[in-house]
Structure formats: C-alpha cells, structure tokens
C-alpha cells in the first residue's frame, strides 16, 4: 500500500540514544491515531499509528495502517495504483475482503483473510493493490518494516504465507513473522520480527510468553484489551519497551476482541523515510523520487496494470534532518 498524503511528511526516525535502557516497572503506552485519506476526494480512510512524533519505531516496523470495516460500495474500497518503494518491506493482512496484488516482479495475487503477503522492496519495486469484485467489506492493516542498512537495497521478492491457527488460553492466534506459542512462519525477514493476529474470547486473559529483547506493540481492532494494567480501546496502539519476559491480555468486551502483535528488537539505525520511500539521508529520497518520475528501470513495470502509476508528492523545502524515539522506560 502507499502513503498517498500529497503533502508527505519528512521523517528522519533515530535507533535509540545512548543511555536510553528500560528501567523500573513496565509501562505500557498508548497511542492514538491519526486519519488519512488513501487516494482521492472518495477515498477510503485509513487510520495511522505508526510513524507520529511520540514513536517512531517498534523493531524494525515503522509503519502501520488500520482501516476498515469499510462498505465497498460506500467507500469505493482499496484502489490504490502502481507505486514505488524502497529500503523496505510491505506487509499486508486482512480481517475481511480480498485485494489483488500485482508487482513489477510479475507477481499476480490474491489476498484474502488470514493470509499474508510479504514484498521486499530493497533498491526498488513497484506494485498495486486493488479490491476486488468479491470484497463487499474492507477491513485490515497494511505494515512496513525498515530494512538495515546491510540489506537495504536487497532485491525484489514477494513471499505469499497462511498461517496455522494456533488455540491457546481463549485465544485463537495466527503468526506471520517469528515465532509465537509454539508457531514459527517460515517468511524471511532481515531483522528479528514478530508479527501476529490474536483474537481472545469474551472476558479471558491470555498470558503470552515472548522475547525479552524485543520490544512490543498491540494494535486493538476490535474490544477493549487490557495490556499489562493499561486499558487499550479500537484502533489504539500500546507500545511495551524490552524487557518484558511476559505478556497480559484481558478481553474486557462480551465479544470477542481481536488485535495485531508486533515486535522485534529496537532498531539501532537512523533512516529517513518520505512518501513511499525509506533511505538513510535526504540524498537517497531525492534520487529515488527522481527514478520514479522518470520510469527509470530501477522500479520496474507492472504488466497488465490496473492504472496510472501514481505521481510522487513534492518534496519539501528542507533537508530532512534526523529525530530519535523518545527514550524507552
């Protein structure tokens, strides 16, 4: 998916500080997020949580888009055209709908409810994704995770992954990168990364054993979800620092209540990331803008393409300088 705000905010996103360590009790907190039109004057609306100014990233991800339940016939549903990326990977995951994917690869898929597709775009590719006739709901996220610098320009790649439905303590739990309860996708990433879907039954609390080098984030679509103490309501993100060998969801709803797991170790290098792209200084975004607006073959073509390539926003008036995370507790 694209980032389609024409006036694309400059984000230069720091590892942590020197001296930034967890300390004291875990805290867990939380972020709101913002919305964003994806495309047009009837564009579906997504809601943004990561990057804003109070975090920028979780591991490696740096990005994530919540959007839906959408009516397609409402909202025109996902029709977002041929766009470039680079230094990063793509992640897309669905509660409702399909979506049709196509890639300067040659890559023709269909993504569907408890799938996933993964897209490297290193030094570059381009891709579509567009809902399709069968989706009359919309409804999931779209992630990105920042590539380190010793792959950053690595080569294309689509991986395509269903992940085996995991029950445990009145949850049922879907993982599609790392490893969780027993469950390990197979998918490749270049940083440790974990990933996945945890529903809970009304009113159990679920008790998750997990990497105390990682960092964590609970992206809440449904319910509301009680982590560690600290009360998380739809479309609120609760960012946990590392440290954390353990933990607590409550489902506080009579229904059940869904959310996304994120999480990895804290990314320990600065990027600049702007629209579609993410480098390492205001040069690398100028010159990858500049191939995109000139079709270079950097980012390939996409055969059968469901429209015009998207046009990139221009960029801004100053060069993008770095910021850091807040330090971590």
């Known amino acids: 998916m694209s980032n389609p705000e024409t006036d694309a905010e400059a984000l230069a996103c720091g590892a942590l500080a020197e001296g930034d360590q967890p300390t004291g009790e875990p805290r867990v907190d939380v972020l709101s997020a913002r919305e964003v039109p994806l495309g047009g004057p009837r564009a579906m609306r997504v809601r943004r949580t990561l990057p804003q100014r109070e975090r920028t990233f979780i591991g490696a991800w740096c990005f994530a888009d919540h959007y839906g339940p959408h009516q397609v016939a409402e909202s025109g549903g996902m029709d977002v055209p041929p766009h470039p990326h680079t230094g990063l990977q793509t992640v897309t995951w669905l509660f409702s709908g399909e979506v049709e994917h196509r890639d300067t690869l040659g890559t023709h898929s269909l993504i569907r409810p408890g799938e996933m597709n993964l897209m490297t775009g290193g030094y570059g590719i381009a891709h579509s994704e567009v809902s399709t006739p069968n989706a009359t709901i919309i409804h ?63 009113h159990a609390t679920l008790r998750l054993p997990v990497d105390t080098a990682f960092e964590h984030g609970v992206l809440v679509d449904s319910g509301d979800i009680r982590l560690i103490g600290t009360l998380l309501r739809p479309t609120e993100l609760g960012y946990l620092s590392r440290g954390a060998d353990t933990l607590t969801l409550v489902n506080e709803s009579d229904a059940p209540a869904r959310a996304i797991l994120l999480g990895g170790p804290p990314f320990g290098e600065e990027i600049v990331m702007w629209w579609n792209f993410i480098g390492r200084n205001h040069e690398d975004i100028v010159k990858a803008r500049e191939d995109w607006e000139a ?18 926003p221009a960029l801004p008036n100053a060069v993008i300088t770095p910021r850091r995370n807040p330090p971590t507790h």
């Not at 029950?167 to 974990?194: H, M």
């Not at 079709?295 to 990139?312: K, N, Q």
């Open 140 to 202: 999931g996220v779209q992630l990105w995770v920042a590539l380190p610098e010793e792959h950053r320009n690595a080569a294309r790649a689509f991986q395509h992954y269903v992940p085996e439905l995991a029950r445990v303590d009145g949850a049922q739990i879907r993982v599609f990168l790392g490893e969780l309860v027993g469950q390990a996708s197979p998918v490749r990433a270049f940083t440790p990364l974990l990933g996945a879907e945890i529903v809970i039954e009304p």
């Open 295 to 312: 079709s270079s073959d950097r980012f390939g073509v996409i055969e059968d393409s469901p429209g015009d390539r998207l046009p990139a």
